[in-house]
């Protein structure tokens, strides 16, 4: 093929051969395709750069073994991966996730996603993921010491403050960081922000761990408001138990909201009136002791435990999923729209399955937004700690909740100028994201 095909199922099975055993990716770039294929076809320059081919492609895929030492002397093996999947708008960015079933497919459509999320924000960012198939529960806190050390000792030559700057996700929060820092530091003999989460006492910046869930339900916020709506009063039901939803809880009471459920994946704690903020310092603290059984809170928090039952399983008007990928369901999806659940916002990173995001976005009665979107509060405030650390200064702002909303408000206009239809986010955020990203292709020529 000499230029982007004009027919979008023969670009389709070109991606299905070339990217064959990555489901999750292709999942991920069927669902952009679909929304920028009429941008392709009015825009020939882009086909003849072959610019969504490039964009399809990462960069490189960093994969390598990490072997170390578990507290009784066994050694342990696990595989590890970095997806530097684009730097044409800044260096590379994105999180480190550690979990079981993490494999190459899903660290790739993660970086995929990174990369047109990246874009929607005003900041220099490209963008990338990594993690690793290690399953850190029950192990000790030397072990995970241990592994993020192990980890860093092959991941420390591809990153740097100018080159790639991975943060946190799924099971890597600031405490993990702080290792991988550690680590880096020792290894590299440099102190620089090739990291972002940090602590704050040593180049974090205020509000990073909350940033993601507040950043979504500012989110959701403004998709209430501009459908002449508000979360005042509204209840939520909040799928996982994990930082984004942790934060996307406290934010929501804020707001007005009464926290109907939160859940795991054993099961949905749902409470009758509300979640009070005791009960999310709760859960914070029993995750800290790395000891999130919702089921044995259930009781102390006045709550009730509904094994094997999702969150969407619980009446509310909003839903945010937040706990990960593909977790709701095109099931799911009709029986939201059943409850009358009229506003989803995604937390996790493609929370909604090919089948539900169709559901999804057909009907008028919900507002529906892509995690892209939703959830790239978390990466924007990283740029602002990667911003302090390049000056070597911290910027504290008066209000750093108010600066996120900004950022927020932002790319909901971007979203909404971009949609072809009223209120199609996910359209919007894939054809502005993309746009940004193509631009910046055709002016740095074919590198
Ligand atoms: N893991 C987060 C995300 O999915 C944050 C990435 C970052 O701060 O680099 O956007």
């Not at 990462?58 to 072997?67: A, C, E, G, L």
Request: aromatic fraction near 6%.
């Amino acid at each position: 093929m000499t230029q982007t095909p004009l027919d979008q199922a023969d670009f389709l099975d070109e991606a299905r051969r070339t990217h064959a055993g990555a489901p999750e990716f292709l999942q991920a770039l069927e669902e952009i395709t679909a929304d920028i294929w009429p941008v392709l076809e009015q825009t020939p320059e882009y086909r003849k750069a072959r610019v969504l081919e490039r964009l399809s492609d990462p960069d490189r895929i960093i994969r390598f073994r990490v072997s170390w030492m578990r507290d009784d002397g066994s050694v342990a093996i696990n595989r590890g991966w970095r997806v530097q999947h684009s730097n044409l708008l800044g260096p590379y960015k994105g999180g480190l996730r550690f979990h079981a079933d993490v494999s190459e497919s899903e660290i790739r459509f993660l970086a995929l996603e990174q990369t047109v999320k990246n874009a929607l924000t005003p900041l220099s960012l490209g963008g990338a993921k990594g993690g690793s198939d290690f399953d850190p529960s029950g192990c000790s806190e030397g072990e995970i010491m241990r592994f993020c050390q192990a980890f860093m000792m092959q991941l420390a030559p591809f990153i740097g403050p100018r080159r790639d700057i991975p943060a946190g996700d799924i099971n890597v929060s600031s405490r993990e960081i702080g290792y991988l820092f550690g680590a880096y530091r020792a290894q590299t003999q440099t102190f620089e922000g090739a990291l972002t989460g940090k602590d704050t006492g040593w180049g974090g910046t205020c509000l990073r761990a909350e940033a993601t869930g507040y950043g979504l339900v500012h989110f959701a916020s403004l998709m209430a408001e501009e459908a002449g709506r508000s979360l005042d009063g509204a209840c939520v039901a909040i799928s996982g138990a994990g930082n984004v939803a942790l934060h996307a809880a406290e934010r929501a009471l804020k707001y007005g909201m009464s926290v109907r459920a939160l859940s795991s994946s054993q099961g949905a704690l749902a409470w009758k009136t509300s979640a009070s903020q005791d009960d999310i310092e709760r859960i914070k603290q029993a995750r800290k002791n790395r000891n999130a059984d919702l089921e044995s809170l259930a009781s102390e928090l006045g709550a009730s435990w509904h094994g094997g039952r999702k969150a969407f399983d619980i009446p509310a008007d909003v839903v945010l999923p937040c706990a990960t990928q593909n977790e709701l369901d095109a099931d799911d999806a009709a029986q939201l729209l059943d409850q009358g659940c009229w506003l989803i916002a995604e937390g996790s990173n493609m929370a909604s399955t090919a089948d539900a995001m169709v559901r999804l976005r057909e009907t008028d009665s919900v507002l529906y937004a892509p995690s892209k979107a939703a959830n790239a509060g978390g990466v924007a405030v990283s740029g602002f700690e990667m911003a302090e650390n390049a000056r070597f200064s911290a910027h504290n702002p008066d209000d750093p909740d108010a600066e996120l909303k900004r950022v927020m408000a932002d790319i909901h206009t971007l979203c909404l100028d971009h949609a072809p239809s009223k209120g199609d986010y996910a359209a919007g955020a894939n054809i502005a994201g993309f746009h940004r990203v193509a631009r910046a292709m055709l002016d740095q020529g074919v590198a």
